[in-house]
């Protein structure tokens, strides 16, 4: 990658998805530098532009500020809790155990797990997960499943890292396991957000919420 003086760099990238839809060879990234010594690349890219403003391709992010954005009550949904928690073991009474990004104790309503994903695949006025199938995010709509069995609310929350896009959806051409899941996590009582995240000149803030578009159709576009 190209810094803005000329000089090339190598960049870690910290997404073990396809960037389907949110890379080309020469598109306008943003890079954060690291001190540390014993990183070996120094280098990480943030966000790439496609034309249509800021997309976050580093994973690392949604948790982040969707963490700060319950904390400081702006998805009402998740508000009212008077402890927030972050990377959280859970095991299922029959099932495996796993980490739970988020959560959220001492409220008026019953304790929550949230799952974050980033979300950055664009196909026309949908915004889909996952852009490669997603044995993980399977498990994770699992351990929500039984997070709601065992009395709590299971949430999974989609942020969606870019400005274009009106629904969500899954991405049923890519991996129609997920989607199947999703539906049946949902018909089980998880919870399912979208919200957006919006990207300002030098930070990312939690934006509105999304609608959810969860209907499978008989053909869709092929990548």
């Known amino acids: 990658m190209a810094l803005a003086g000329g000089a090339q760099v190598r960049a870690h990238v910290p997404n073990t998805g396809t960037l389907m839809t949110c890379w080309v060879p020469g598109a306008p990234v943003q890079l954060s530098r690291a001190e540390s010594p014993k990183r070996k690349l120094p280098w990480t890219l943030e966000r790439v532009d496609m034309g249509g403003g800021w997309i976050g391709v580093n994973t690392l992010r949604p948790n982040q500020v969707m963490a700060e954005g319950i904390a400081a009550g702006c998805i009402p949904e998740l508000a009212g809790y008077g402890r927030l928690r972050r990377e959280v073991a859970f095991q299922a009474e029959a099932g495996e155990a796993g980490r739970i990004d ?3 104790e001492e409220g008026s309503r019953p304790p929550a797990l949230v799952e974050v994903k980033n979300v950055t695949l664009l196909d026309g ?14 498990k994770h709509l699992a351990l929500l499943t039984a997070a ?7 949430v999974m929350l989609f942020a969606l ?3 274009e896009g009106e629904r969500f959806g899954p991405a049923w051409d890519i991996d129609p396991a997920y989607g199947e899941a999703l539906l049946a996590a949902a ?3 998880v919870e399912l957000l979208a919200v957006r995240m919006v ?15 969860l209907v499978r159709r008989c053909a869709g576009p092929r990548w």
């Not at 006025?125 to 995010?137: C, N, Q, T, V």
């Open 102 to 104: 988020i959560a959220l």
């Open 187 to 189: 018909a089980a009582g």
């Open 125 to 138: 006025a949908h915004l889909r997960f996952p852009d490669a199938r997603s044995e993980r995010g399977r």
């Open 199 to 213: 990207h300002t000149a030098d930070g990312i803030a939690v934006g509105a919420a999304v609608a959810l578009d």
């Open 148 to 154: 709601v069995a065992s009395g709590r609310r299971g």
């Open 161 to 163: 890292n870019r400005p």
